[in-house]
């Protein structure tokens, strides 16, 4: 908005001051809002849920588990490069000093989708059995 020296509204060509207003990010609601979910999450427990929900006496919970092969293939892979490991640490000895390198210095893991044709690639190559 534009002002003259007055502090009167005025055509810009004519100001001697022009202010910038913003209207602010966040209403006064949504700061409360967001103030409650972080109270509400501050209180989640680890099993996942509000601790308003444990009281024995209303105790209406069960267990129901999935597959997930994703899952399952990050766990056998898991398994598979922490014996991989093992081996390892047991050649550099006892004590190896700190500064050897250890085999999972500087390993970042993720599971990445293969494009269709890796996939391909990977279902038409032979088995090894042994």
Partial sequence: M??????????????WE??????????????????????YEADLCECGFHISQHDPA??????????CPILASS???????????????????DKPPASADRPDDGRRVFIRRLSDLEASEQ????????
């Avoid at 207003?21 to 409650?36: F, K, M, N, T």
């Fill in 2 to 15: 534009a002002y003259d020296r007055d502090g009167k509204r005025c055509p810009v060509a004519e100001a």
């Fill in 18 to 39: 022009i202010r910038v207003e913003r209207e602010p990010e966040w209403s006064d609601q949504d700061r409360a809002d967001l103030l409650a979910l972080a109270a």
């Fill in 58 to 67: 209303k105790n209406t919970y069960t267990f129901e588990q999935d597959h």
């Fill in 75 to 93: 766990a056998k892979y898991g398994r598979l490069i922490g014996e991989q490991d093992a081996e390892r640490m047991k050649a550099l000895g």
């Fill in 123 to 130: 279902q038409n190559k032979p088995t090894r059995r042994g």
